[in-house]
């Protein structure tokens, strides 16, 4: 055990003496900063939330420099490329005109035996010829884009001959630069199929007249084509639809439609919401109980219900897009949430202090609307605003996947979705853009809205 | 109790007269009528026709009838459809679609618990940065694609054994339903994740669960008895909202999978302007949820006797 020591031993005369008054006491070392400044600096600090910013400058850049960059009309058909994959094959080999044929063989195709080609193959005609078979009553021929296997899936029925002779056949049924499987079926005497049949897979090269390199500008006017030269066929970065339109042209026609919905009518319904709602919590009373009762029952309205039926009842006729129906009806409906949250906030500010000081000093309604109850709810108003862009962006893309959104022309990420969810299983580019487009836009409004909530509003900050 | 219980009922039927008087308003401002097209050829017939339906009366009197004809429970004959009450419709629609929301909601409430409430525990480790992520892209991918992305995997996985696994669309058996209920409950159970999460948070960090650790109680009993309990709370709350969003949120799932359920029926009616459908539909729809958000209202009350003494 240790002895306790006295105070004498620790402390002298000297400890008491007033220390010497320094003039900087009271100066600020650093430069105030304002709520805004704090907001942003705890804003860059996020880094998930900057990330994200700057996607949504891309998109918006997307969006409106896209086309002025890539100068292609999103309604623009491209016949000779549809459904094609990004990084498809564009090359064509220039050919002479078609003419008809009459089963003469080309010297380098002579000799073989069964089915087999009696030209080259290529996107203009692919012909074919067979020798006879003894014993059968007659054929008929198949076209598919898969090998015939077990299942004998034969495809498309293209041609029946009665006779069992050596026969010849055109194909031109819409052909594309892929390789097809035609099969010849014997067939018996009462017309039914026979397991004999004989499969041959024909590999088609695309080909071009040079009149249609003319007529679609492929190469530069001057320049002197010949036949068996090769050509490019325009150029879809990301491919195109099912209709043979640019996919690149069509995003960005569809990020325009996407993002102008998706922020027009937000910060529209934000700022019905937050006129309605400060109303209602600054003048309350009676009227703010009609008022909120009356948004109860809005809230109440089935929205996507009511977001068809409204589409319904604007009728989009003919040549209309469609998109100023949904932002009325969006707006229309949406508000009562930011109303319901800038009342309950102009409530809450209207029993602080300082709006009682700035009553005090005279402050008229106006002064302390303006001065103090809209800048202090700024910041959830904001918050709001973020968080409401993806929810339109996403309604905006439901509404158009079930056909009651934009009509079709206009291209929507939501309708380009729609297309291409029929496609999936060949064409899987049609839904993946449109859709990979929608989710990175609501996940970086998702994720900016929760940085802003963080770094605006230290009540609402999540536990993260 | 009883008193908020009524107070609630009466409100929400006054909600329900609101969404059928705003329904009504709604369709008749759409341009044109049933009557055009073929079925009245010229001033008389259309006369005649307007008379039999009562179209000719004035706006307040149809109204009226309307309003009669809703409190007797009936929402009127098809347009479209030769011979079929819209009750019918309803009546054999409406289940499969209730059938298939449920399911959702159950899977959306329960896998929102699980997932949120294990994300809290494992807090800033492996599993919590692997359900967050998967958290934010349940919020950002919108149901149609997973609906499709769900229905390209169950092809490919019934490719790959061989046998049927589970159906790809289509309505009857159990099996047709799980992955439909899946799909449409992804992303609210995403959303009740999140939201999970942050209570739980919120609670771990209170002073009666450090009480009860300082007893020396089990952590599993903390957990079941002290942490989930308080933190389910604010989940049921937004149960209401998420039934609602899962019900319209059906229709999408519905046409993808091809469910015979009321979502898709109602799109179909809206494509055809079946105005008594779409008006039956929308009034039918806007009372179930209200009536759902007012039981779920009433179910809080129970669970947190703290709501009750407001």
Redesign the interface.
């Known amino acids: 055990m240790t002895t306790p020591v006295s105070h004498s031993q620790i402390l002298n005369s000297a400890d008491f003496a007033p220390i010497t008054q320094r003039a900087d006491v009271h100066a600020i070392s650093r430069p105030s900063q304002s709520y805004w400044q704090d907001a942003w600096a705890r804003l860059k600090k996020n880094r998930r939330a900057i990330v994200s910013l700057w996607l949504i400058v891309g998109l918006l850049a997307f969006a409106l420099l896209g086309p002025w960059l890539w100068q292609i009309d999103p309604a623009r058909q491209d016949i000779d490329q549809i459904s094609q994959a990004p990084g498809a094959d564009r090359s064509a080999t220039i050919v002479a005109p078609y003419a008809p044929w009459d089963g003469t063989v080309a010297a380098e195709f002579a000799g073989g035996s069964g089915l087999r080609l009696a030209m080259a193959a290529n996107s203009q005609a692919v012909r074919l010829h067979w020798d006879a078979v003894p014993g059968a009553a007659g054929f008929r021929l198949y076209r598919n884009i898969f090998a015939a296997d077990d299942e004998m899936a034969f495809g498309l029925p293209i041609a029946d001959f009665p006779t069992p002779a050596a026969g010849y056949y055109e194909d031109r049924l819409d052909l594309r630069p892929d390789t097809y499987y035609y099969t010849l079926a014997v067939q018996a005497a009462d017309g039914t199929l026979t397991a004999n049949y004989q499969t041959l897979a024909v590999p088609v090269n695309r080909v071009i007249t040079l009149d249609e390199v003319r007529e679609r500008e492929l190469a530069p006017a001057e320049a002197a084509l010949d036949i068996g030269d090769e050509v490019h066929l325009a150029l879809h970065p990301l491919g195109t639809d099912y209709l043979g339109r640019d996919m690149l042209a069509r995003l960005m026609a569809g990020a325009q439609v996407s993002l102008f919905i998706g922020i027009i009518a937000p910060f529209l319904y934000v700022l019905l919401g937050v006129a309605y709602g400060a109303t209602a919590g600054f003048v309350g009373g009676r009227v703010d109980q009609l008022l909120m009762r009356f948004a109860d029952f809005v809230v109440a309205l089935p929205f996507l219900l009511f977001m068809i039926l409204f589409q319904v009842v604007f009728g989009i006729g003919p040549g209309e897009s469609g998109i100023v129906p949904m932002l009325i009806a969006l707006v229309v409906l949406a508000w009562p949430a930011t109303a319901r949250l800038v009342r309950g906030q102009i409530l809450q500010i209207r029993q602080e202090a300082y709006i009682s000081a700035s009553r005090l000093l005279g402050a008229r309604s106006s002064y302390l609307v303006w001065r103090h109850m809209i800048p202090n709810t700024m910041g959830v108003i904001l918050v709001t605003l973020t968080f409401a862009v993806p929810s339109a962006i996403f309604t905006e893309a439901f509404l158009s996947f079930i056909g009651m959104g934009v009509a079709p022309p206009t291209a929507s990420w939501g309708s380009m979705s729609n297309e291409g969810l029929a496609r999936m299983l060949t064409h899987p580019h049609e839904l993946i853009f449109p859709s990979l487009f929608i989710s990175i836009t609501v996940l970086a409004f998702n994720l900016l809205g929760d940085g802003l909530r963080d770094a605006l509003d230290a009540r609402m900050r999540s536990f993260e | 109790m009883w008193k908020y219980t009524l107070k609630r009922l009466i409100?929400g039927i006054?909600?329900v007269w609101?969404?059928a008087t705003?329904?009504f308003l709604?369709?008749h401002?759409?341009?044109?009528d049933p009557l055009s097209g073929q079925r009245a050829t010229n001033a008389a017939i259309r006369a005649n026709l307007e008379a039999k339906y009562g179209l000719d009366k004035p706006l307040t009197e149809q109204y009226f009838i309307y309003i009669g004809n809703l409190l007797q429970g009936d929402f009127g004959i098809s347009f479209t459809q030769q011979n079929r009450q819209v009750n019918d419709i309803i009546r054999e629609h409406f289940p499969v679609s209730a059938t298939l929301g449920i399911l959702a909601v159950i899977f959306a409430a329960l896998g929102g618990v699980l997932w949120g409430a294990l994300t809290a525990l494992y807090r800033n480790r492996l599993p919590d940065t692997i359900i967050m992520f998967l958290v934010?892209?349940g919020?950002?991918?919108?149901?149609?694609?997973f609906a499709?992305l769900g229905q390209?995997t169950l092809?490919n996985l019934n490719a790959l054994f061989g046998i049927s696994l589970l159906p790809v669309a289509g309505w009857g058996t159990v099996s047709h339903m799980l992955l439909p209920a899946l799909v449409l409950g992804m992303g609210t159970m995403a959303y009740l994740t999140r939201l999970m999460?942050?209570s739980m948070?919120?609670i771990i960090h209170s002073d009666y669960v450090r009480t009860a650790k300082a007893k020396g109680l089990p952590a599993a009993r903390i957990f079941t008895r002290h942490q989930l309990r308080n933190a389910i709370l604010p989940v049921i709350t937004v149960l209401g909202p998420a039934i609602?969003a899962i019900t319209?949120?059906g229709?999408?799932v519905e046409?993808?999978f091809a469910i015979p359920g009321l979502g898709r029926y109602?799109?179909q009616a809206?494509?055809q302007?079946d105005y008594t459908v779409?008006m039956g539909?929308?009034v039918f729809?806007?009372a179930f949820?209200?009536f759902m958000?007012i039981v779920v209202d009433l179910l809080y009350g129970w669970i947190d006797p703290r709501v009750r003494l407001q």
């Open positions: 409100q006054i909600t609101f969404i705003a329904t709604a369709m401002n759409v341009p044109g934010i892209l919020i950002s991918v919108p149901s149609f694609v499709a390209l092809v999460r942050s948070l919120e609602a319209t949120g229709f999408v046409l993808v109602f799109v809206v494509q302007l779409i539909t929308t729809y806007g949820l209200v958000v």
